[in-house]
């Protein structure tokens, strides 16, 4: 009797934990929740790129579907010879830049759907925040274009995805880069490679900071951060007053320090 | 309207939106009481659905065994009715006071079918007392016909009851498009809210899913019961009851997917991202797990068929066919477990080649799982074919040609399933969903027509022995054991992924979990979960059985007739 018993439990628990065994040995994926985004008046185009890039590939759910080339078109990368999706946004409805025609296809997606592709795409809006769906936007225009989202363009926060929960990314953390003091994630936080290059990253619209150390003190590499027009560097001169001005208020002392010794070593 | 909202308001700022729960967190504890209090409700409708059914076969075929059956299933039911409503109100009782703002919301729009279903649930109970305990006393004549409507009537409430139940469960998921998030949920017409896109889908699914659970659970009572019996009365008994469970089970599963491909339809036609979620998002590798079980309940159910026909005295002619009825169980089960689209990282993306494996991706596809699924059925239905002839020759004149014309159905329907499957590669999206339909239409032709052959040819049947009820080796009871597991375990599987695709929703896309619990856990915390949920209710089933043996002596007469033939 007792034997009988013992042999079903063994069956039982048996079976319970090798499905519990399979279930835990195949890739564990978690469905994230969208946090809020804040994002101030001073916010960067790289800042809603930042956000919208951690949308794109986590909280979004993007990636459901875009990229695998079967069930809407890939975004990030060539798609018919047209380019990735910053390359083609603007010519995909006449009338409508690509600004325009990326906010049409996340908060209205059936008002114009890519000739081949079903109509599948849901609402955005009903389950992102404005603010997620703007820096999605200047996310996507990133992927070959020129970012042109601006914070004009986003409304308080407010809406379906607003949370108490602490927000996540680039834009919600306090302070540029959460308030982290590495230089590398103050560089990229603050946007400073929107314009210029440091090492193996960043445009070519400012003067390239990778041997900026040899060129200028650390006291003259603080002040062009903090007043960025009272130097203006040889060549660049057409440029005066794009740099932004507000540094010396979003930066903490620490971050500023980091920042400044980190390319003043850069000889 | 504005006193609802003052409710929800007050609510909310007397109580807060959540509260937690001591050591295992809110989630948890709602999981798991929901899961058991689902389990053990999915027993207690199930049972009743085929304890009537086995009346009517005992009054209208004038056998009694079959009455004691019924009465058999019947007493578990009444032990395990109490366990349903216990678990029911630990349920509300967490949902009360760890969700409050949900819970205002949901009685604000739902408060008078709350009400119906306590008072339905109130004559469920008193018919199910006046059901069982009026067994002996309504035993003969026109008492007894009264006494299987009491039967009848037990399942209408149980349906209501459900169907009630699960308008709540489905509006969390489906809310009719018109309700935003400022909606207040006063203004929201009741029927308004009850009709919605998977409420009627999530109905049928889980009426036929009852069934096949609470077939399963009997099986193992029975399994146990034979394991533990000892007569030889008491396990042929015994053993005939399992065979019913299983039946029963089987016969159930084999419908069950068509009511989910429903479901599922639903949920596409509602919002594309919600399936997409759930089949192609983060759940995608759910439906391989599905998988597996699905092939360890066709495997399980057809080894205990298989073995049984061992008991079967003229068996022994049919048993070279089983290891190519193996043969095809294992390969569709392979197909039918092959992944296709998953969420994959770019390193895994360069380590295929692309978005689907070279190889494997042609065979993840849902012409080649329909085709899988298909096969297998058709093979189940061919083992219970060959179980149900096993011990009788056919005496009709057109017992060959019955014979070959059930073969050719077999081939018919096979080609057909085939053909559809390798066309589904050369057409359209669109065109290949409706070729499932073909398919499923073929098998269920070939099920049908092919049954009612049998039947006609087994008329006067010349009997080659009768079913050795008892002899059967303790191992093909195990087997009825994992069919019990398995099938808990994909009901909690399953439940996982209905509420899962609403991911961080209470109310899909109104009202959001704002809970450190709101992100949708992953497979493997959720095997965690169900596995705890599955034990907790098996062993609680195991000590209510237990009990039920304490206060009543088995129900089983000695066999004062010939054994009933397999099928009838």
Known sequence: MWANNLRIIAVVLGTLALYTLIANKIPQVQSEVPHALTLGANVTPEQLVSAGDQLYHGAGGCTACHGLGTRAPNLLTDEKAQGPIGARCGKRESGKDCKAYLYESLTSPKAFVVPGYEPIMPEMGRILSPQQIWALVAFLESNGGTVDVTASDIPPASGPAASPAPAAGGGGAPGIAGGSTDPMTIIRGAGCTGCHKVGNEGGAIGPNLTHVGSRLSAALIRECILRPDTRVAKGYEKFVGVMPKMFGNQLSGAQLEALVQFLASHK | ?568
């Not at chain 2, 390193?347 to 295929?352: D, I, K, T, W």
């Open chain 2, 1 to 568: 309207m504005a006193g609802g909202m003052m409710l929800l308001q007050a609510v909310a700022d007397t109580a807060g939106a959540y509260r937690d729960f001591p050591l295992i967190g809110s989630r948890a504890a709602i999981w798991i009481a929901a899961e058991i209090h689902l389990m053990f409700a999915a027993f207690v409708l199930g049972v009743p659905i085929f304890a009537v059914v086995a009346e009517a076969i005992g009054i209208f075929g004038k056998d009694q065994r079959y009455d004691r059956l019924a009465k058999e299933f019947t007493r578990l039911l009444l032990i395990a009715y109490s366990a349903t409503a216990i678990w029911g109100a630990v349920f509300v009782f967490l949902l009360s006071t760890l969700y409050p703002r949900f819970w205002a919301y949901m009685t604000a729009i739902f408060g008078p079918s709350m009400w119906v279903y306590v008072s339905i649930f109130f004559f469920e109970s008193f018919t199910l007392y006046l059901y069982y305990y009026g067994w002996d006393r309504w035993k003969y004549g026109r008492a007894k016909i009264v006494h299987w409507c009491l039967g009848i009537l037990l399942n209408i409430w149980g349906t209501i009851v459900m169907f009630i139940a699960d308008s709540w469960l489905t509006y969390m998921m489906t809310p009719p498009r018109d309700i935003t998030a400022e909606t207040s949920p006063t203004s929201i017409k009741i029927w308004h809210a009850i009709l919605n896109h998977t409420w009627m889908p999530i109905n049928i699914h889980r009426l036929i899913g009852n069934v096949v659970f609470g077939g399963a659970i009997v099986g193992a009572y029975a399994s146990y019961r034979f394991l533990a019996a000892r007569t030889e009365e008491e396990r042929a008994h015994y053993d005939w009851m399992g065979y019913v469970g299983n039946f029963i089970a089987m016969s159930a599963l084999i419908v069950l997917p068509f009511a989910g491909y429903w479901l599922g339809r639903e949920i596409y036609q509602y919002d594309q991202s919600m399936g997409i979620t759930m089949m192609g998002g983060f759940m995608s590798w759910l439906w391989v797990i599905q998988a597996f079980l699905i092939a360890v309940l066709f495997l399980a159910g057809n080894y205990y068929l298989w073995v049984g026909m061992g008991r079967i005295p003229g068996a022994e002619r049919f048993r070279p066919y089983t290891k190519w009825l193996l043969v095809v169980l294992v390969l569709g089960a392979l197909v039918w477990g092959t992944p296709h689209t998953m969420i994959a990282d770019s390193r895994e993306l360069a380590a295929m080649g692309g978005s689907h494996h070279p190889l494997l991706g042609a065979l993840g596809v849902m012409s080649a799982k329909n085709t899988a699924v298909n096969l297998m059925i058709l093979s189940t239905f061919l083992s219970f074919l060959l179980y149900r002839r096993a011990n009788i020759r056919q005496v009709v004149p057109w017992a060959k040609t019955g014979t070959r014309i059930q073969a050719g159905m077999f081939v018919i329907a096979a080609a057909i399933v085939l053909f559809f499957g390798i066309r589904g590669y050369f057409v359209e999206a669109i065109v290949r969903i409706g070729y499932s339909v073909y398919q499923v239409g073929a098998v269920l032709a070939c099920i049908i027509f092919v049954t009612v052959i049998d039947v006609l040819m087994a008329r006067g049947a010349q009997s080659l022995g009768a079913i050795q009820w008892g002899r059967m080796p303790p191992r093909s009871q195990y087997a009825l054991f994992i069919l019990a597991v398995t099938f808990t375990w994909l009901m909690g599987l399953m439940g996982f992924a209905r509420s899962g695709i609403r991911q961080h929703w209470h109310v899909w896309q109104i009202m959001q979990d704002t809970t450190p619990y709101a992100a949708t856990p992953a497979l493997g915390y959720a095997a965690i979960m169900i596995s705890t949920c599955v034990l907790i209710f098996l062993s609680l089933v195991g000590f209510i059985f237990w009990l039920g043996g304490l206060a009543e002596k088995s129900t089983f007469v000695p066999s004062t007739v010939e054994a009933p033939h397999v099928g009838q």
